[in-house]
């Protein structure tokens, strides 16, 4: 079975820092990888994805992320993070092949901003 | 178009009340899924459809029921609410074939006392 782990609950970065958020994933098919964003008191909004060829995948509004096969890894990252990045961040891989069964998630991280 | 939809938006049910989940979208998907997110837990799927007239079971699908009678709608049905099944369930729905996202409803908060 697929499952995904995010590491750390919580991350607080400074406006223009780096954003770094982690994902490791374990799938016994070749997954297929995805960043989501919640916004307090939202549903979610679709990032980036990864599905195949190019491992390095640009998403909205700056971030992108690296598939790492040797790592089973998946690391979001922006450049500069702005106030607006304040949010909740979720990291799935479809449950099959092709994800008409669902994504699987793991439990997310907030990321938290100082100016 | 309104993209997905969920009504109602919060919701506050006595141990053993039953209620219905509403869900629908206007995007012609095939696909549609319930989720339901806990704190700490991120989401977890409760069930899905891949067409009218199928469903299939998640992994956590007890105490749910759902139907899919329509392309657009998806209710879920608890049919005696517990405690346990206090959470913030979202509804999504995609289109067929390989590797498209999914389009997340707002969410419904359900507070079971």
Same mark, same amino acid.
């Given at each position: 079975?697929?499952?995904?782990?995010? !590491?750390?609950?919580?991350?607080?970065?400074?406006?223009?820092?780096?954003? %770094?958020?982690? =994902?490791?994933?374990?799938?016994?098919?070749?997954?297929?990888?995805?960043?989501?964003?919640?916004?307090?008191?939202?549903? %979610?909004?679709? @990032?980036?994805?990864? &599905? &195949?060829?190019?491992?390095?995948?640009?998403? *909205?509004?700056?971030?992108?992320?690296?598939?790492?096969?040797?790592?089973?890894?998946?690391?979001?990252?922006?450049?500069?993070?702005?106030?607006? /990045?304040? $949010?909740?961040?979720?990291?799935?891989?479809?449950?099959?092949?092709?994800?008409? /069964?669902?994504?699987?998630?793991?439990?997310?991280?907030? !990321? *938290?901003?100082?100016? | 178009?309104?993209?997905? +939809?969920?009504?109602?938006?919060?919701?506050?049910?006595? +141990?053993?009340?039953?209620?219905?989940? !509403? =869900? $629908?979208?206007?995007?012609?998907?095939?696909?549609?899924?319930?989720?339901?997110?806990?704190?700490?837990?991120? !989401?977890? %799927?409760?069930?899905?459809?891949?067409?009218?007239?199928?469903?299939?079971?998640?992994?956590?699908? /007890?105490?749910?029921?759902?139907?899919?009678?329509?392309?657009?709608?998806?209710? @879920?049905?608890?049919?005696?609410?517990?405690?346990?099944? +206090?959470?913030?369930?979202? =509804?999504?729905?995609?289109?067929?074939?390989?590797?498209?996202?999914?389009?997340?409803?707002?969410?419904?908060?359900?507070?079971?006392?």
């Amino acid at each position: 079975a697929q499952s995904v782990t995010q !590491l750390g609950s919580h991350v607080s970065v400074s406006e223009g820092a780096l954003v %770094l958020l982690r =994902c490791n994933y374990s799938s016994s098919v070749p997954p297929y990888l995805f960043w989501y964003v919640q916004y307090p008191n939202q549903g %979610l909004q679709l @990032l980036l994805k990864y &599905t &195949t060829g190019a491992t390095l995948v640009k998403g *909205i509004n700056g971030f992108e992320a690296e598939f790492k096969k040797s790592e089973t890894s998946f690391h979001l990252t922006k450049p500069s993070a702005h106030m607006s /990045d304040a $949010a909740e961040y979720f990291c799935a891989v479809s449950r099959t092949g092709g994800g008409a /069964d669902g994504l699987t998630f793991g439990k997310g991280t907030h !990321l *938290i901003l100082q100016p | 178009n309104a993209g997905v +939809t969920q009504t109602p938006k919060f919701r506050v049910l006595k +141990t053993g009340q039953s209620m219905t989940l !509403l =869900c $629908a979208q206007d995007m012609n998907h095939e696909y549609m899924y319930w989720y339901r997110q806990d704190p700490g837990m991120g !989401l977890r %799927l409760i069930h899905y459809s891949v067409g009218e007239g199928t469903t299939a079971k998640g992994e956590v699908p /007890d105490g749910y029921n759902v139907s899919r009678s329509t392309t657009e709608d998806f209710p @879920l049905r608890l049919l005696s609410a517990a405690p346990s099944q +206090t959470s913030v369930y979202f =509804c999504a729905s995609r289109p067929s074939g390989e590797l498209n996202e999914q389009f997340f409803g707002p969410g419904t908060r359900l507070t079971v006392l």
